[in-house]
């Protein structure tokens, strides 16, 4: 399955006849969205096209499952040719109107060619019907699968520069590994050379085994606050589990989400333990590569 981003767009147009054939809409719907924790729908539609609202929720609800959705519809008239000669009973109504309306305002300007032309092009109420709502429904079939596509395209490119992070922490992981024994030596050298330096004064047998004995429990506490061969193990760990899931594809925004938090925690265990200036540069390194995948995964579904 493939990875889909939360970020997308699509608009698409297309044509829907009234129920009598007489005359012809044009139907637009436009779909954007931007990240969010959980599902969350806006519609902007005309009145006409209320009714269609339930129906439109519950295809988006079954084919989305993150992100904030914006889903706009509309409609307009499309004459049949480029100017549509009205026919007498188109005119003779806008008169009757016209007259109704001068009966009250008498001063009111008699109505145009263009203003008669304008009206006549307007969607009348009667194409709303229940044909143009199935055509509305269709059509937002189709911008949904570009909508997906889009959203989709977006999530390869998340998904490439994600297992590009962890490709750049496992060569870090990679890079920490060998120093740790290395740390560990130094220090045990370092105490050994103390307790010597502690037998040199000691006045009796006594000083000595204590000398020995504080030294052995100091080396070994310290050695074992300076090992973080588990902390990286663990770390590796996730990292696996990150690839696996990028290859998977599907909802895996909120897990990758919790592999993120780990992955910080381990690199800021690596940071407090660290006890040389190279181990503290990997876990500054980790941690801004981290962050990165962090802003990433926000916008994974």
């Known amino acids: 399955m493939p990875v889909y981003s939360m970020t997308g767009y699509a608009t698409i147009n297309g044509g829907s006849t009234s129920a009598e054939n007489t005359a012809q809409v044009v139907l637009g719907i436009e779909i954007r969205s931007v990240n969010s924790r959980f599902l969350d729908l806006t519609f902007k539609m005309s009145d006409d096209l209320r009714g269609a609202e339930p129906a439109l929720r519950e295809l988006l609800g079954q084919q989305l499952r993150r ?33 109704a309306v001068c009966a009250w305002l008498p001063k009111a300007a008699p109505l145009s060619v263009m203003d008669v ?6 969607v009348p109420a009667s194409l709303m019907s229940a ?19 889009a959203r989709a395209k977006e999530g390869a490119r998340l998904a490439t520069m994600l297992q590009g992070h962890t490709a750049s922490l496992r060569a870090l992981t990679q890079t920490a590994r060998p120093l740790i024994p290395e740390l560990v030596e130094q220090q045990r050298l370092r105490f050994l050379e103390r307790w010597r330096d502690a037998l040199g004064q000691a006045t009796n047998v006594a000083d000595s085994d204590m000398a020995r004995d504080r030294a052995l429990t100091e080396a070994t506490a310290y050695a074992i606050r300076i090992d973080v061969a588990e902390e990286l193990t663990r770390l590796l760990s996730h990292l696996d589990e990150i ?17 993120i938090q780990e992955l910080h925690r381990e690199a800021n265990t690596l940071g407090s333990k660290a006890s040389s200036l190279e181990l503290t540069r990997i876990s ?18």
Not at 132 to 149: N, P, R
Not at 243 to 259: C, I, N, P, T
């Open 67 to 99: 992100g904030k959705v914006e889903f706009r519809a509309w409609v307009e008239g499309k004459a049949d040719s480029a100017v549509r000669v009205p026919v007498a009973q188109e005119l003779q109504k806008l008169v009757s109107v016209q007259d």
């Open 284 to 301: 500054v390194d980790m941690k801004i590569l981290i962050e990165q995948m962090r802003e990433q995964v926000q916008n994974i579904e």
């Open 131 to 149: 044909q143009v709502q199935e055509g509305l429904l269709s059509l937002a079939h189709t911008a949904l699968q570009a909508f997906k596509q």
């Open 243 to 259: 690839d696996h899931l990028l290859v998977q594809g599907g909802e895996l925004g909120k897990r990758l989400d919790f592999l």
């Open 117 to 122: 032309m304008q009206l006549l092009q307007r």
